[in-house]
């Protein structure tokens, strides 16, 4: 059975006549002829019945049709399918992202995905920046947002925004009811900082701060988890460190954790988001996600969102 004869059969089948069914596919009579007996022999049934007044199909050709228009169809799903995948318009692309970029960079880039290639699949994995480039150099990961510019050749990258960072403490501090505090306050006050292999573009932030204010940082925890920092500043008198983004979150859950975000100033930490991608990615959608990230930047720098932190002079 040829798929030259199904077409054939099923432009019989919609027309009905043969003078036009053979004009639609661009053939002569004749040849549809004998395309529709070569498949009434192959399959051994008699398909369509014909008169000087009438074409129609019979009952095994009516049974048939249906099952036709099936393998059909997938015929030209199948075909859509490659040419898709060979333009680099379906499949899927594995993005990397820390919590700014879900919250300032994914939805509406992946809005713009969703409208441009409406059969490619985003796989989502939310990471630290560490381990996000770690998955990015073994190939887990097709593009990563995180923090920080990358100091290997092996990636590329594009700025996408800069966020400043905040201090996050329990209800019950004596900052928590400050609209903000000058950085060098942070001098022998008890600390939660992390390893800075987990997100070294904040870590370096934190540090020039304390460089430039000459002061001394006392880290009495390490703890790699923001959600686990929450909860320690919330029973302990400690301070943790926190991007704007999730600052501006933290105390909006009602019940559970509340801690409260503080803007720190003279200076104010800030840390750049970045997307990264591999120089040698083999992966057409990258690109096509990237595209879909320039078309709808450039994003919009987020800030605390409360009065200026420093007290009236």
Not at 36 to 63: D, F, I, P
Request: proline share 6%; hydrophobic share 45%.
């Amino acid at each position: 059975m040829e798929f030259r004869h199904l077409v054939s059969f099923l432009a019989i089948a919609d027309e009905l006549h043969f003078g036009r069914a053979a004009a639609r596919l661009h053939l002569t009579q004749p040849s549809l002829s004998q395309q529709l007996q070569r498949l009434e022999r192959t399959l051994g049934v008699e398909l369509v019945a014909r008169t000087s007044h009438e074409v129609r199909l019979t009952s095994a050709g009516r049974a048939f049709e249906i099952e036709a228009r099936a393998i059909v169809a997938q015929m030209d799903k199948a075909a859509h399918t490659a040419r898709e995948a060979a333009a680099g318009r379906t499949g899927t692309i594995t993005v990397g992202y820390n919590f700014p970029a879900g919250q300032h960079i994914l939805p509406a880039t992946l809005a713009r995905m969703h409208a441009e290639y409406p059969d490619v699949t985003v796989a989502l994995e939310e990471k630290r920046t560490g381990p996000q480039l770690a998955a990015l150099a073994d190939g887990a990961l097709d593009v990563a947002l995180v923090y920080g510019r990358p100091m290997t050749s092996d990636f590329h990258y594009r700025r996408l925004l800069q966020l400043p960072m905040v201090a996050v403490v329990g209800q019950g501090h004596k900052w928590a009811n400050r609209p903000g505090v000058p950085f060098a306050e942070l001098a022998r006050q008890p600390c939660i900082l992390f390893d800075r292999e987990t997100c070294p573009a904040m870590y370096d932030a934190i540090l020039s701060a304390v460089e430039r204010t000459g002061i001394m940082l006392n880290v009495v925890h390490k703890l790699d988890d923001p959600g686990a920092t929450s909860i320690l500043v919330s029973i302990k008198p400690l301070i943790g460190f926190a991007s704007a983004s999730r600052g501006m979150l933290v105390g909006s859950v009602a019940g559970g954790v509340r801690p409260v975000a503080v803007q720190l100033y003279d200076p104010v930490p800030t840390v750049d988001l970045y997307a990264v991608w591999r120089g040698s990615s083999t992966n057409p959608l990258a690109e096509a996600f990237l595209n879909c990230l320039e078309a709808v930047g450039p994003f919009q720098n987020p800030s605390f969102g409360r009065a200026d932190a420093r007290p009236a002079r």
